[in-house]
């Protein structure tokens, strides 16, 4: 049974350029949250994807958007990158209405923003 | 200050012996997950606590919560080299109106053979 998939593993990208981080849920979830986790600190909550609609937005700007695919999978779009935005950016899914069964993890996208 | 505080922040303990991290939040708990991480990889969950005075053990880990003091701790019994990694917990704050966790900063859990 596939967990979370995240792609790529790692990027490098340049100050001002936008990234795209893809993410296929585990096989049966129907919910997609990301996080950024920079160094030594925890994860941050970015937002929540359901019925392919935003439901819950944390505290990052507009420069941060993402979508939800029929297929349950989704997209981070960060645009603009600053420095700052180097980061292990995290998908986690789960089956919504079930979060006691907990959030599955991917291993992370790790960005370099140069 | 911290919505949800961890301690300690680091942990180094020989091969054999027991620790207890601990977790206390800020706000009301609805809900509280442990998650462990290796260094830079994603989160393996590890259990979820939702009732006060709930207990759960999943092999030589075991973790509680206490409502009344918005705390939960995790306990590892005869430590192993495995166990090796950094434990995260994530809070529900908000109830079914929340959909997300609010995460500590972790403590690093170090086993010497």
């Known amino acids: 049974d596939a967990g979370v998939t995240q792609s790529p593993t790692h990027l490098i990208k340049t100050r001002g350029q936008q990234v795209t981080l893809r993410c296929s849920p585990k096989?049966?979830?129907?919910?997609v949250s990301w996080y950024q986790q920079a160094l030594g600190q925890g994860p941050q909550f970015i937002f929540q994807?359901?019925?392919?609609?935003?439901?819950q937005r944390g505290n990052f700007p507009d420069r941060f958007s993402g979508h939800q695919f029929p297929n349950y999978s989704s997209e981070l779009n960060v645009n603009a990158l600053l420095l700052g935005d180097s980061a292990l950016y995290l998908c986690?899914?789960?089956?919504?209405?079930?979060?006691?069964?907990?959030?599955?993890f991917g291993s992370g996208t790790r960005l370099t923003v140069v | 200050s911290q919505e949800l505080e961890q301690s300690p922040q680091s942990l180094i303990v020989q091969e054999g012996k027991n620790l207890t991290i601990n977790c206390t939040s800020s706000?009301?708990?609805?809900?509280l997950y442990w998650y462990k991480q290796k260094y830079g990889e994603g989160l393996i969950f590890l259990m979820m606590l939702q009732k006060g005075g709930e207990e759960k053990s999943h092999e030589k880990i075991t973790a509680k919560l206490d409502e009344k003091k918005q705390q939960s701790s995790l306990h590892i019994t005869a430590s192993q080299p495995s166990h090796a990694g950094i434990y995260l917990c994530g809070a529900d704050n908000s109830g079914g109106s929340n959909y997300k966790l609010t995460f500590g900063k972790g403590t690093l859990l170090t086993v010497n053979p």
């Open positions: 096989s049966g979830h129907d919910t």
């Open positions: 994807y359901y019925e392919e609609e935003e439901r």
């Open positions: 986690a899914s789960s089956l919504a209405g079930r979060q006691i069964l907990g959030y599955t």
């Open positions: 706000k009301t708990l609805y809900g």
